[in-house]
């Protein structure tokens, strides 16, 4: 069984930081794509930041230049560091993983439970 773990969500002033982590346990072989999508209420999930295996990146134009996604492939962690927080930043954050589990062939998407993320004075 492979399962993600998000952790590090919470309640932040405008201006504040938070780091999301997302770990990938269980029987895996590899990891490709890791990243997080967030969905606020009304809205629809939007992607927030990817890192592929090579640890090439992609942000969403809202949190270029706060937001830094990075990742442990020894820990099978991924993090999103979030600075300059903004209350349109306030959503459930969904973490994902593109994982290939033992004995398999093909790749699969899978995700973690979500947290919230709260910016408000």
């Known amino acids: 069984q492979v399962q993600l773990v998000e952790s590090g969500g919470g309640l932040v002033q405008p201006g504040g930081s938070l780091r999301l982590s997302c770990a990938a346990s269980g029987s895996i072989f590899s990891i490709n794509a890791m990243g997080w999508y967030r969905q606020a209420p009304g809205k629809e999930r939007e992607l927030v930041a990817s890192i592929a295996s090579t640890a090439g990146t992609n942000y969403a134009d809202s949190v270029k230049g706060r937001f830094t996604i990075s990742r442990d492939n020894a820990k099978n962690t991924a993090y999103l560091q979030m600075n300059s927080l903004k209350p349109e930043d306030t959503a459930v954050y969904y973490c994902?993983?593109?994982?290939?589990?033992?004995?398999?062939?093909?790749?699969?998407?899978?995700w973690g439970q979500g947290t919230q993320v709260t910016v408000s004075s």
């Open positions: 994902y993983a593109v994982i290939r589990p033992m004995s398999q062939t093909y790749y699969y998407n899978y």
